[in-house]
T-cell receptor, first 113, second 112 residues
Framework: EDQVTQSPEALRLQEGESSSLNCSYT??????LFWYRQDPGKGPEFLFT???AGEEKEKERLKATLTKKESFLHITAPKPEDSATYLC??????????????FGKGTSLLVTP | DSGVTQTPKHLITATGQRVTLRCSPR?????VYWYQQSLDQGLQFLIQ???????AKGNILERFSAQQFPDLHSELNLSSLELGDSALYFC???????????FGQGTRLTVV
């Protein structure tokens, strides 16, 4: 069964204090790994898609990387507006759920001034 | 704004009742997904439609059903509601099945 585990569950950073969020996955053939940001009471906002090990993508202070077993979301010099829950999801190549995304439970990030 | 529209934003109803949630996908997107998000379970996949046809099912209860209409909007029907059905229900759309999905703002369902 496909599994996605995110750590830590919660992270508190000072503004400017860089860190990384982890997403470990077990999937029967990875089609894609997705990162989303979710603010309280809102829908998830798409950030990145990674397709193969070694791939990296960047957007402003965020950088996502992918290995065969995990993905990292690196946050460089975060600002308070980066506070949100970050969700990781995998799309399996062979799944009874078709192309649906299988989400982890997320990492709740709080960046304080 | 993702371009995915969900109505209503909030819904309060009693146990045993039936409700319908509506989703309008982004212009041109053929694939629609429904997800349920509760505090303890996270985002759970319910069902996917592609161009009007059911494509995949997740852990969707038999009391729940969905459809996608010729204009590509979708509806999720929840019947015989229980307290445990209280959650955020999200719709997402994508151009095809194997690309990133864009989420609406959700419908918060409260069953009392």
């Amino acid at each position: 069964e496909d599994q996605v585990t995110q750590s830590p569950e919660a992270l508190r950073l000072q503004e400017g204090e860089s860190s990384s969020l982890n997403c470990s996955y077990t999937v029967s053939g990875l089609r894609g790994l997705f990162w989303y940001r979710q603010d309280p009471g809102k829908g998830p906002e798409f950030l990145f898609t990674l397709y193969s090990a070694g791939e990296e993508k960047e957007k402003e202070r965020l950088k996502a990387t992918l290995t065969k077993k995990e993905s990292f979301l690196h946050i460089t010099a975060p600002k308070p507006e980066d506070s949100a829950t970050y969700l990781c999801a995998v799309q399996a190549a062979n799944s009874n759920s078709g192309y649906a995304l299988n989400f982890g439970k997320g990492t709740s990030l709080l960046v304080t001034p | 704004d993702s371009g995915v529209t969900q109505t209503p934003k909030h819904l309060i109803t009693a146990t045993g009742q039936r409700v319908t949630l509506r989703c309008s996908p982004r212009s041109g997107d053929l694939s629609v997904y429904w997800y349920q998000q509760s505090l303890d379970q996270g985002l759970q996949f319910l069902i996917q439609y592609y161009n009007g046809e059911e494509r995949a099912k997740g852990n969707i209860l038999e009391r729940f059903s969905a459809q996608q209409f010729p204009d590509l909007h979708s509806e999720l029907n929840l019947s015989s509601l229980e307290l445990g059905d209280s959650a955020l229900y999200f719709c997402a759309s994508s151009p095809s099945s194997n690309t990133e999905a864009f989420f609406g703002q959700g419908t918060r369902l409260t069953v009392v």
